[in-house]
Nanobody, 116 residues
Framework: QVQLVESGGGLVQPGGSLRLSCVAS????????MGWYRQAPGQQRELVAR???????YYADSVKGRFTISRDNGKNTVYLQMNILKPEDTAVYYC??????????WGQGTQVTVSS
């Protein structure tokens, strides 16, 4: 059974930082591309950052220079370090594991709220 479990969300003031973690089980983690998506109320889910199995990273323009995605294959974990958080970063953040067109798994999400 595949499981992706996110943690690390919470309430933070503007300008603050959070680190999200996603632990995967039931998949050969090292060969999967991993991503972080977010969905704000009334908005479509959007890609925030992605890291390939080879370690290449991609970021949405809105988070470049503030967020960093990384992975630890020994721990089956992908991280999202979020700095200089803004109110518009408020959303539910989801972890995604993908390989090819046929294997795509999602976590349950973790809430991030940026507010003073």
């Amino acid at each position: 059974q595949v499981q992706l479990v996110e943690s690390g969300g919470g309430l933070v003031q503007p300008g603050g930082s959070l680190r999200l973690s996603c632990v995967a089980s039931g998949i050969p983690f090292s060969i999967f591309d991993m991503g972080w998506y977010r969905q704000a109320p009334g908005q479509q889910r959007e890609l925030v950052a992605r890291i390939t199995s080879g370690g290449g990273a991609y970021y949405a323009d809105s988070v470049k220079g503030r967020f960093t995605i990384s992975r630890d294959n020994g721990k089956n974990t992908v991280y999202l370090q979020m700095n200089i958080l803004k109110p518009e970063d408020t959303a539910v953040y989801y972890c995604d594991a993908q390989r090819g067109l046929h294997f795509d798994f999602w976590g349950q999400g973790t809430q991030v709220t940026v507010s003073s």
